[in-house]
């Protein structure tokens, strides 16, 4: 009977700890599948922002290159989770992001990609002789908002700055012929528009009748320079016009 007792305590033993290993790969087994679980659901959310990405084509009408590369930079800091780039060919910005981000996009350029303004600019140059009026000329220039215009009228004329031989070294007859360089001469008119800032550089430049004693071929050019910045004000006879009137004696 002893050893009976002994035998019934030892598969009972045996059991209990059967069944404990048992659970725990149950255990085991379920937690496996909650991670697994977990981890689809992480990779769930990616995949719909993913597939929700839209694309679109933002042509710039009013803006050139160095601009573009400005609003760029300027999309790419408001919306760091969309794509941006510039096309330069086709002037145009590619976005690629959700419906939120090219509704931001397009509302960001209808306030960066605007017209600039235009504007007409009309230089009086006046001569004078002991005080008296000899003659007027008008020039109109039309330079928009950030950029500049030029205006020449004038000749070239050539200064000899030097002489160089076009004989090799082997032959015994050498020639000379003299350097020449091109001087503008007549009258410049350099105009720069920066907000309502108008920069202004006049030059008048003409060859005196007097010889330089450098050389016979050396001419004397008599200049006059004015360079101003003048702030354009609205005209009260003219309604939603401004203009600015600049002289030079």
Do not use: W
Request: neutral net charge; contains cysteine; proline residues 3%.
């Amino acid at each position: 009977m002893a050893m009976n007792c002994a035998a019934v305590r030892s598969m009972t033993c045996v059991s209990r700890t059967i069944v404990l290993a048992l659970a725990g790969m149950a255990l085991t087994c379920a937690a496996g599948a909650q991670t697994e679980s977990f981890s689809s659901n992480e990779a769930k959310p990616a995949e719909a922002r993913s597939s929700a990405d839209a694309y679109q084509v933002f042509y710039l009408t009013n803006t050139q290159q160095a601009g573009a590369n400005e609003i760029q930079t300027d999309l790419r800091n408001m919306i760091p989770r969309a794509k941006v780039y510039y096309v330069q060919s086709q002037g145009a910005l590619t976005l690629r992001g959700t419906p939120d981000d090219l509704g931001l996009a397009q509302k960001i350029l209808a306030d960066t990609d605007r017209p600039k303004n235009v504007y007409r600019l009309t230089y009086s140059l006046t001569e004078t002789d002991g005080g008296k009026s000899v003659g007027t000329q008008h020039f109109s220039l039309v330079v928009v908002a950030g950029s500049r215009a030029t205006l020449k009228q004038g000749s070239k004329v050539p200064i000899v700055t030097g002489m160089y031989d076009t004989a090799s070294a082997s032959q015994s007859n050498h020639a000379q012929n003299n350097q020449v360089q091109y001087l503008d001469v007549g009258l410049l008119i350099d105009a720069k528009m920066d907000g309502e800032h108008l920069t202004t550089k006049i030059e008048q430049s003409s060859v005196a009748e007097e010889k330089s004693g450098m050389g016979a071929e050396d001419p004397v050019v008599r200049q006059t320079s004015l360079e101003a910045t003048s702030a354009l004000t609205h005209d009260p006879q003219v309604p939603h016009r401004r203009s600015r009137t600049l002289s030079l004696a």
